[in-house]
C-alpha cells in the first residue's frame, strides 16, 4: 500500500470513528502514566511510532537559486547562531520533525500539519543534545514528539516534556517565521534552504492535507471556543510572562501594517506581511519574539483565556 494511501485511510478511520480515547496506560509503545495533561485526551493519529520519519541527515543547498521552489511556496525560516535557514512545508508535512544544529548548537525544528504550527527549539536539555522524533500521538489535535534517549513525550505547542524523565521539562524556543519562500530569501538573501533529496521516498509536490486548511472540521476532537474567529483561522499567537495574546490574520488585515500593543508589561509589535499571508512579533528592541503561527482552534484549545487582537473600527 502506498504511503499517502496509507496515511489518508488512517485519517478517514480517525474522522468516521471520531478519534477513540483511549484510558490505557501503555500506548503506540509509550507510558502514559506520569503524564502531566489528561492520558485519557491523549489518542493515536493514525500512523505509529515513526511512521512519520523525522530527517536526521538534512541536506541543504546553499545556493537558493537552486532550489525547486517557488516564490509563493511556504517556508519556515529560522534565523539562529546567525545561520539562515528554510524549511519547505511541502517537506515538512510528510516528515513534522528536522533534528539539526546552528553551529554547535543542536535544534530541532517541528511542525504540526493538523495545527498548521511550525516551532523550534534548542535541543540540549540539562547539557544533553537530544533528538526527536515523531510519537505518532496527539494532544489536543497537536503532534506529541518524543526524544530517543528516554522515550518522554513532549508537546510541541507547550513546548514541554509531559510524560517520563523529562516530564515538566520547558524547551527553550527559537523564533520561526511561517513565510513565503520570496520573503524568507529577500530578508536572508544567503539563506541555505532544506533540499528536497531527503532520503526518503515521498512526492513533496503532493499535499496530503489538501483542503484541511479551510474546512472548519478537525480530524480529531478538540474543545474550544471559535470567539467569532473560523477555527483555521491563521493568528500570530504568544503567551508572555503567563499572559497570552492572538492576533487573527483577519483582523491584521482591518488595520496597518503594524500594531503597536502590550502584553502584561511587556510592549511588542506585530509586522503583517498581506501579500505573503505571514506576521511577526518584536519587542521595543527590534528583537523577534517566539510567537507562533498556526490555527486558532489549536492556539485557544492550548489557552482557552486568551486575550485577542481586534482592529478598532474607522467608526469608533
Given amino acids: 500500500m502506498r504511503y499517502t494511501t496509507f496515511v489518508i485511510m488512517l485519517f478517514l478511520i480517525g474522522v468516521a470513528g471520531h478519534a477513540e480515547l483511549y484510558g490505557g496506560q501503555l500506548l503506540?509503545?509509550?507510558?502514559?502514566?506520569?503524564?502531566?495533561?489528561?492520558?485519557?485526551?491523549?489518542?493515536?493519529?493514525?500512523?505509529?511510532?515513526?511512521?512519520?520519519?523525522?530527517i536526521d541527515e538534512p541536506n541543504f543547498l546553499l545556493h537558493p537559486e537552486k532550489t525547486r521552489l517557488r516564490d509563493n511556496h511556504q517556508v519556515l525560516g529560522v534565523f539562529y547562531n546567525g545561520i539562515a535557514k528554510a524549511y519547505p512545508i511541502s517537506i515538512m508535512n510528510w516528515h513534522e520533525v528536522v533534528n539539526d544544529s546552528y553551529g554547535a548548537d543542536p535544534v530541532v525544528i517541528t511542525f504540526?500539519?493538523?495545527?498548521?504550527?511550525?516551532?523550534?527549539?534548542?535541543?540540549?536539555?540539562?547539557?544533553?543534545?537530544?533528538?526527536?522524533?515523531?510519537?505518532?500521538?496527539?494532544?489536543?489535535?497537536?503532534?506529541?514528539?518524543?526524544?530517543?534517549?528516554?522515550?518522554?513525550?513532549?508537546?510541541?505547542?507547550?513546548?514541554?516534556?509531559?510524560?517520563?524523565?523529562?516530564k515538566g521539562t520547558i524547551l527553550q524556543q527559537i523564533p520561526v517565521e511561517h513565510t513565503t519562500w520570496q520573503q524568507w530569501r529577500d530578508h536572508y538573501p544567503d539563506t541555505q534552504v532544506l533540499s528536497f533529496s531527503t532520503g526518503f521516498s515521498r512526492n513533496?509536490?503532493?499535499?496530503?492535507?489538501?483542503?484541511?486548511?479551510?474546512?472548519?472540521?478537525?480530524?480529531?476532537?478538540?474543545?474550544?471556543?471559535?470567539r467569532g474567529l473560523h477555527p483555521k483561522e491563521m493568528v500570530l499567537a504568544i503567551n508572555l510572562n503567563g499572559k497570552s495574546k492572538a492576533y487573527p490574520f483577519v483582523e491584521l488585515a482591518k488595520g496597518g501594517t503594524v500594531v503597536d500593543d502590550r502584553i502584561g508589561d511587556i510592549e511588542v509589535s506585530v509586522s503583517y506581511f498581506p501579500d505573503h499571508n505571514s506576521a511577526i512579533m518584536t519587542n521595543k528592541q527590534?528583537?523577534?519574539?517566539?510567537?507562533?503561527?498556526?490555527?486558532?482552534?489549536?492556539?485557544?484549545?492550548?489557552?482557552?483565556?486568551?486575550?485577542?487582537y481586534r482592529a478598532k473600527s474607522h467608526y469608533q
Fill in 28 to 54: 503506540n509503545g509509550f507510558d502514559l502514566s506520569n503524564s502531566i495533561v489528561p492520558s485519557k485526551e491523549i489518542i493515536r493519529g493514525g500512523p505509529p511510532k515513526d511512521g512519520i520519519p523525522a
Fill in 112 to 166: 504540526c500539519p493538523l495545527c498548521g504550527s511550525g516551532m523550534a527549539f534548542t535541543a540540549r536539555v540539562k547539557g544533553i543534545s537530544l533528538r526527536f522524533g515523531v510519537s505518532g500521538l496527539l494532544y489536543n489535535s497537536d503532534v506529541l514528539l518524543y526524544d530517543r534517549k528516554s522515550n518522554s513525550l513532549w508537546s510541541q505547542i507547550l513546548g514541554q516534556g509531559v510524560t517520563g524523565e523529562y
Fill in 204 to 226: 513533496y509536490q503532493q499535499n496530503p492535507y489538501t483542503g484541511y486548511r479551510t474546512n472548519p472540521e478537525t480530524y480529531f476532537p478538540v474543545k474550544f471556543k471559535a
Fill in 286 to 308: 527590534g528583537e523577534k519574539l517566539p510567537a507562533i503561527t498556526l490555527f486558532w482552534f489549536a492556539w485557544a484549545a492550548f489557552h482557552p483565556d486568551t486575550a485577542i
